[in-house]
Nanobody
């Protein structure tokens, strides 16, 4: 079973930058996608950015031009560079991996989340 561990969250002033990291452990037969989601208090979890196995990326409109998702297959790491942070970016950020553990079984796993707080 794949496990995920996020790090890099914290308190930042508006306009600042943070870099989130997600360490992936365990075996993956075939990767589908890796991504970052966030959930602010009282709201539903939403997609922030994702990257597919082929390298295609998708970003939420609210973060386009400010956030960049990247991955390092060799180190089994996923990153989210967040620039020009706004108070509206305050949320718990979750790492997500969707993959096949064998040719037939599709699996989705989540990290425990890391809190990002942006002050005005």
């Amino acid at each position: 079973q794949v496990q995920l561990m996020e790090s890099g969250g914290g308190l930042m002033q508006a306009g600042g930058s943070l870099r989130l990291s997600c360490a992936v452990s365990g075996s993956i037969f075939k990767l589908d996608s890796m991504g970052w989601y966030r959930q602010a208090t009282g709201t539903q979890r939403e997609l922030v950015a994702r990257v597919t196995d082929s390298g295609s990326t998708e970003y939420a409109e609210r973060v386009k031009g400010r956030f960049t998702i990247s991955r390092d297959y060799a180190r089994k790491m996923l990153y989210l560079q967040m620039n020009s942070l706004k108070p509206g970016d305050t949320a718990v950020y979750y790492c997500n991996v969707q993959y096949y553990s064998d040719p037939w079984k599709y699996v989705e796993v989540w990290g425990q989340g890391t809190l990002v707080t942006v002050s005005s």
